[in-house]
């Protein structure tokens, strides 16, 4: 969508542009390409998110379901000055591809 449609969708609660829920829906493990965002990164592929968990739920249901057809690229999102020597991570935290 250009920046003109993105602007008529709907705000969520937390005031970000989402489509209505009447639009179609794509599931997890149909995708090839998943841009995960990140408070922190390092090299060794480990992110920290928000704490709560939700893109380490939504990336192994993804690679899951595509491990069928083939292989999820996950790549995090974050500025230069949230790149991190080590980023502390736990046995549910998934790793991230680049």
């Not at 639009?23 to 841009?35: Q, T, Y």
């Not at 704490?51 to 491990?67: E, K, N």
């Amino acid at each position: 969508k250009n920046m003109e449609e993105v602007s008529t969708l709907p705000l969520s609660k937390w005031k970000i542009p989402e489509p209505p829920e009447t639009f179609p829906r794509i599931e997890p493990w149909d995708l090839d390409l998943l841009l995960v965002p990140a408070v922190a990164l390092d090299l060794a592929r480990r992110r920290c998110g928000q704490g709560m968990g939700f893109y380490d739920r939504y990336i192994l249901r993804a690679r899951q379901g595509a491990a069928e057809r083939g292989r999820l690229r996950t790549i995090g999102v974050a500025l230069a000055e949230q790149l991190c020597e080590e980023v502390p991570s736990e046995a549910h935290d998934e790793l991230l591809d680049a």
